[in-house]
């Protein structure tokens, strides 16, 4: 006969053995914070951790308000060394420099992002860097890139090119566009919106991943960051166009194409923008909630028919002609 009390001493025990890791981790590392963020940092990077937790301020209240949020979520952000990484438990089958978010008890949740400052982000230059392809861009693309990027230096950028591969191109990506797209992870997994959303297996990982990339748009422009909007679209629509070669398969299937299937989630949600308004994001996802409170799950259809529903048109062939979304 099968033994429940065993099964659940077992699961018990490795929650433990799961929360003393994250703690012995937290006690080794440095950390700031308030009651309700605690950034925890590798080395010399206070000043990082400080500019960490004041985007996590500023942007909170949006995302907020984005959800008509009524509890909060606590947040522990590790800004992690290659050192560090290893000893975290949600870290040990990832490669470092990897980003991303796992869902704790009671509203805790927590966010990994590789220390660029120390260590190479080594995964998420492999990700990125061969979609950054200084030829794939115009010539006006590429002063516009390049300004939007000296305003956010403080300094003029006189080699683009080098500049993409340094250490502080990647501090700012994380702190500016990573955080607030793993935010929103946070905020849809808190209210039913998780990875594998779909009937019958099927995932709609698109909508998972599209929404966070929205969001980041959606945050900086509420906090008024004209450079940030115009980086984070012009970035990815650059991604979008230079990996080509990955369309037809809307679903990410490894990390060679990757950022190009974030690339063509911003391409999507701008184009909807543009036709449809600025609200349309937030309109979305007011009723992909309300339909949630009373679904486990919605197929890609009942997702299309949502856009659809606030565009007052059919998108279904948009989507699959456009996406191979159906």
């Keep these: ?8 001493l077992l699961l018990l025990f490795v929650v433990f053995i799961f929360f003393l890791s994250f703690n012995n981790v937290s006690k080794a590392m440095d950390s700031i914070g308030t009651r309700q963020f605690t950034i925890y940092f590798s080395g010399d990077s206070k000043g990082i951790a400080q500019q960490i937790l004041e985007v996590t301020q500023r942007s909170y209240p949006i995302f907020i308000e984005l959800f008509d949020a009524k509890q909060d979520l606590r947040l522990d952000i590790f800004w992690a060394d290659r050192r560090d990484w290893s000893q975290i438990p949600q870290c040990r089958n990832k490669d470092y420099g990897m980003p991303h978010m796992t869902k704790g008890e009671n509203h805790k949740h927590y966010i990994i992002l590789p220390a660029a400052n120390i260590d190479e982000p080594v995964q998420l230059i492999r990700i990125i860097k061969p979609l950054l392809d200084i030829k794939k861009l115009s010539k006006d693309e590429t002063c516009q890139l390049t300004n939007l990027l000296s305003t956010v230096e403080g ?10 591969s340094s250490k502080e191109f990647y501090i700012h990506f994380l702190i500016e566009i990573v955080l ?9 997994f808190e209210f039913g919106i998780p990875e594998n959303y ?31 909007v115009g980086l984070h679209e012009l970035l990815y629509r650059w991604m979008y166009r230079t ?24 391409e999507m949600f701008c184009q909807l923008e543009n036709e449809f308004g600025n609200d349309y994001g937030p309109a979305i996802l007011k009723i992909l909630l309300k339909k949630m409170n009373s679904n486990d799950f919605l197929s890609n259809q009942e997702i299309i028919a949502t856009f659809s529903c606030v565009a007052n048109q059919d ?3 948009w989507f699959k002609s456009n996406w191979k979304i159906e």
């Design 243 to 266: 990996g080509q070669t990955y369309r037809g398969n809307i679903s990410p299937i490894n990390y060679s194409n990757y950022a190009w299937f974030h690339g063509i989630l911003i």
């Design 1 to 8: 006969m099968f033994d429940f009390t065993k099964v659940r």
């Design 155 to 164: 300094t003029s950028i006189s080699n683009l090119d080098q500049y993409l």
């Design 198 to 228: 779909g009937k019958n297996g099927q995932k709609a990982w698109w909508l998972f991943e599209g929404l966070a990339q929205w969001s980041v748009l959606w945050v900086h422009r509420r906090l008024g960051n004209d450079h940030w």
């Design 315 to 317: 998108l279904s062939t």
């Design 180 to 188: 607030l797209h793993e935010i929103m992870h946070d905020f849809c």
